[in-house]
């Protein structure tokens, strides 16, 4: 499976939201994990207010795709674990192109470094180190919560509701996968 | 010094140390208590800012097992250092004032530590700093020589044992010259 | 769960640049092989664990008296936490309730974060969209508008004061930037008093409140600062010390009210006879101040021989329901003080006789002598600090661009008045009726609407009538940061910035201190600023129409703040750039902290009128006469005043004030709520030919036994909204000075009942 393949759809899902990229980003999905939704029966509109209501606004997101909601004592973005997480990325090189104009433990943000050390991997052993670390220690734990929470409120969506299954599958498969890997080393 | 002839209940020392140290929604250090009725004559017209009562004999201090709550030799600030706490629930359930605050989100007690950062640093706590009337301060009960500072304020419940350092000043209540009907 | 994870995340996701072996990466260039994500790779640096805190200033912009200056600690471009300026001795160190609750509302998950446009208006159902797709849809819209009409008259804008920070005033100049258009002119707020005060003394100026401590006699009427104006509180409780007498004349027993020496029940909007009543035996007992009437004033002769023949102490005791020996003893008491002050409040202008009430209350203050003196005066606000360039909201129509032809002009109490060398005009109408303007004006209809720091739903009248004044509109442009029920009617939102995302200026309607409000963090995901938004709207119309638009495309909030600075702001404030307010808030420098203190009164005849015709041209008495109040049309006085946990619909939505401020209530008395069969915390439903409101009681004798307190604010969780049952009935004055008449706000009445 082409992972980093994988996690840059994941990301592009999440991150732009818009009808075309959802479709785009569903596709390729598709195509690395095997077998999507039949797309001739999906309302693309539906399934982009649902993201909207679901993520983005303007009212108040159901479920944001933030980790601090899920993470933080009081759900405070910005807060510790937004430093933490900016902590981290900065460790392995990477930041926002604006730091402080939106939170860096943005799903969207993590799938992206998630890529970056998978590819960094292959050429630097500790890189893969990090995305272990990275996968059983943070999004292992808040990434489930927050499909479970968003699809409660997606009853009529093919798409977005898949992503979130597929998404959660993925984190928990790749948190067995290492420590998995721990256990044989 | 809780002065509540000073306080006009605008929550500003509650906020302040909310917007200070971000505690969760639910966990509030300090909060305005109004006066019952029975005690001033106005309802919702009268409070008492509380949060911790950095007592003489803090009983937070006494049935701790982890040394969470310390009382300091310099300045008699309760200092509770949460990172220690192992949530056996002891000062929440023993602390009659309430001030040890159950978070059961983090599975801690919490408690207002007179912002001893900011003290240390020379800095006046949230609260004080905050207050737009005033009415929170610092005193030195060694040298506080105020006739109207009060211990135990009617509906301020009275815990000897412990000896609250909490002082306060009484508000007090307008003359009335009421017309009876709007029309 | 969470402690679990918390404990995880400390011992953390391994950074282990320790081993730098980033560094070697850098040289062998792996990282460059990397294909670029949406984050950006950097070489490695150092990472910064603690740091010192990056201090910046702001200014809370929000329409209150009390303006405050912040001083913001910022560490790795978030806010952390903020304090109040304790260079101000005005804010001396604190904000108040919703000010601490900043750092929480800038970072809410809850904020508008992208351009959004709503499929089917009201639906629910929205798509993100780019700036530029907004811009286009807005640009085109306005195109097509001036093709179909020959004018730009059907773009409208509704905008008060959601955000005073003066450079966002460009949103009028953004609409002047694109032609000639309609502008609900007129303010909710505080227009009867402003028209009363100018007719009276030819402009409204209010006493440095800080003056407060030299008084030795302070009414606080029809106002409660204890609650809108709390740091004014530390100044009157001095005075009080030093042995003034603090007196509350209020149809509520307010906050303030608990805090005076003496708290006076009147009826509600009798003010106006409660203080002829205490003018007649000033009269009588020849207590006022001859020099001051002989020499500064005119008509005081005329308004004698008023007193005498239509007012009576006894007649005005049955009208307000004050005592009439208390009305003796209060006229005495204030008339013999050295000085005496009076603080007009905006709840007793708020009233189909509000102008009138205030009018009363300033004669009261000019035959004692009271004007003109440290300490004294009539205090109701003041413009003197605002004297900025207005940079941004002046801007020139493009070329042949066609508008009105009527005689209006733009007034605002804030700004001077526009009157512009063409023929044309912007069409104006009364921004508190805009549901019934909407319905009603043609020729050409109201078809874009943009709402910028207003929100009408949650704050304007006759909220049935204005839903269905919305299903006329084409298009609905909505500028906000979080979600509400305006938004919930628009078609297009756009995500606005908070203070600490621009860089602006501030000052107060009420305290003189002047405060440079700064960039402190970048602005979150997408939001703009007014100010940009008008830039990249102008640019957007000129790629589509050249020439269409003549707003300047700076995008930098620094320069439209710079722009404002002039001259005699530097003068006035002891500044010699605006630099200088970088080490904290300035306070004006006064000749005398008294308004008037020279006397010379900016009327026709330079005197205080007792006897104004200016007040006769715009359909008033010459002298503040007696006028009724409204006639109440149903059983109980529904007040709605301001609660302390919010400004209006902002505020109350924040999680953090949800501790304190957890659902609305209806205060009732017991002798009412007994007939009617209502217990403390029953389900309530209060009605009246408007609509109603279901909202849980509390019984308390704050309020008369037939009146009922709900305060005005929008909650996240609850469906409520007292405007609901406020109609749009007018007030008396504000059509002099700032282009409409006001709003009868506190003139309704309803029934209730158990729910």
Known sequence: MDKPKLLEAFRDFFHYGRKEQLREAYTTIGAVCGAASSSEEIDWDLEEFTFNRLFTGPMAPKAPAVASVYLDPEGLIQGAVTAEIRTFYQSIGLSLYEMGSEPEDSLAYELDACRYLLLLARKVPEAAEAYAGFIDKHLAIWVPEFTARAREHCPDSLVVKDVLVRLSEWVENEAGTTTQHKETV | MVNSKKCVGCYSCAQACKNQYHQEPGVVWRDLTPIATKHYPHRERAFYSLACNHCDQPVCAEVCPVQAHVKREKDGIVVHSAEKCIYCHACIDECPYGAAKDNVVLKRAEKCSMCVERVDAGLKPACVLGCPTKALTIVDLATLDNPKAEQYPPGFDKHEALNPSTRFIRPMAPKLALANKDS | ?755
């Open chain 3, 1 to 755: 769960m969470k402690k679990e994870l918390k404990k995880n995340a400390n011992t953390a996701v391994c950074p282990f640049s320790r081993r730098g072996f980033l560094k070697g990466m850098v040289a062998t260039g792996v990282l460059a092989s990397i294909p670029a994500g949406i984050l950006r790779a950097n070489a490695w640096e150092r990472i910064h664990y603690e740091g010192k805190y990056d201090i910046f200033r702001n200014a809370c912009p929000r329409n209150c008296y009390d303006t405050c200056s912040i001083k913001s600690y910022v560490r790795n471009g978030v806010l952390d936490f903020i304090e109040g300026a304790q260079e101000s001795t005005f804010t001396d160190g604190a904000l108040c309730v919703k000010g601490y609750a900043y750092p929480r509302r800038v970072y809410s998950p809850d904020r508008i974060k992208y351009p959004m446009k709503q499929v089917g208006r009201g639906t629910g159902n929205w798509k993100r969209i780019s700036w530029d797709e907004a811009l286009t849809e807005i640009s085109e819209k306005i195109l097509e508008i001036k093709k179909k009409d020959g004018s730009l008259l059907g773009m409208a804008l509704d905008k008060y004061s959601g955000n005073f920070g003066i450079t966002h005033y460009g949103v009028e100049g953004m609409m002047s930037s694109l032609g000639y258009t309609s502008r609900f002119v007129g303010t909710p707020c505080w227009p009867a008093g402003i028209d009363a005060q100018n007719f009276d003394m030819g402009n409204m100026w209010c006493n440095d409140p800080e003056d407060f401590v030299k008084a030795k006699y302070i009414i606080v009427w029809g106002g409660n600062p204890a609650w809108n104006s709390v740091h004014t509180m530390k100044f009157i409780y001095e005075a009080q010390e030093r042995g003034a007498k603090l007196v509350v004349i209020d149809p509520l027993l307010t906050q303030t009210a608990a805090k005076a020496d003496l708290y006076v029940r009147v009826k509600t909007s009798q003010d106006g006879v409660l203080a002829l009543g205490m003018a007649r035996h000033i009269v009588d007992k020849k207590l006022y101040n001859k020099e001051f009437v002989e020499k500064y004033s005119k008509g005081f002769v005329d308004f004698v021989s008023y007193l005498k023949e239509k007012v009576s102490v006894e007649w005005a005791a049955e009208q307000s329901g004050v005592p009439a020996e208390l009305i003796r003893q209060l006229a005495e008491e204030y008339a013999k003080a050295e000085p005496g002050t009076i603080w007009a409040g905006y709840g007793l202008q708020r009233h189909m006789n509000g102008g009138a009430n205030v009018r009363a209350i300033d004669a009261l203050a000019a035959m004692t002598g009271n004007i003109g003196k440290e300490g004294g005066g009539v205090r109701y606000g003041h413009l003197q600090t605002w004297g900025f360039n207005y940079n941004a909201m002046v801007q020139k129509q493009p070329e042949g661009s066609v508008g009105y032809l009527g005689k209006d002009k733009i007034k605002s109490e804030f700004t001077e008045e526009q009157e512009g060398k063409a023929k044309y005009s912007d069409r104006t109408i009364n921004i508190n009726k805009i549901a019934e303007s909407i319905l009603n004006i043609d020729e050409p209809p109201i078809r874009l609407l943009w709402v910028a720091c207003k929100n009408p739903f949650g704050q304007d009248f006759d909220r049935p009538k204005l839903l269905k004044a919305f299903k006329k509109l084409e298009m609905v442009v909505v500028v906000d940061q979080f979600f509400n029920e305006t938004v919930q009617n628009a078609d297009i939102v756009l995500p606005s910035t908070t203070l600490f995302e621009e860089y602006t200026v501030n000052v107060s309607y009420w305290h003189y201190w002047l405060s440079i409000n700064e960039k402190a963090i970048p602005e979150q995901y997408e939001a703009r600023s007014d100010l940009q938004i008008a830039a990249m709207l102008s640019t957007k119309m000129n790629e589509l129409e050249s020439g269409s638009c003549t707003f300047p495309q700076i995008m930098d909030t620094k320069v439209w703040m710079e722009k404002e600075f002039n001259e005699g702001i530097y003068k006035y404030f002891g500044i010699k750039s605006w630099q200088d307010l970088r080490s904290g808030p300035k306070k004006a420098k006064l000749a005398s902290s008294a308004s008037w203190h020279e006397k010379k009164f900016a009327t026709p005849s330079g005197k205080y009128e007792f006897s104004s015709d200016l007040a006769a041209d715009y359909g008033h008495t010459k002298l503040p006469e007696y006028k009724v109040r409204r006639k109440a049309y149903d059983k109980f006085r529904v007040l709605t005043p301001h609660t302390q946990f919010g400004l209006h619909s902002q505020f109350v939505n924040i999680d953090y004030m949800e501790d304190f401020n957890k659902e609305p209530f209806v205060y009732i008395n017991p002798l009412a709520a007994k007939v009617k069969n209502i217990a403390d915390g029953d389900m309530v439903k209060v009605f009246n030919k408007v609509g109603n409101v279901t909202v849980k009681a509390k019984l308390t004798d704050n309020v008369a036994e037939d009146v009922i307190l709900m305060y005005e604010a929008w909650f996240r969780k609850a469906d409520f909204n007292v405007q609901n049952l406020v109609d749009d009935e007018s007030s008396d004055m504000g059509s002099y000075k700032t282009g409409a008449p006001g709003v009868a706000i506190h003139d309704q009445f309803a029934d209730i009942v158990k729910a």
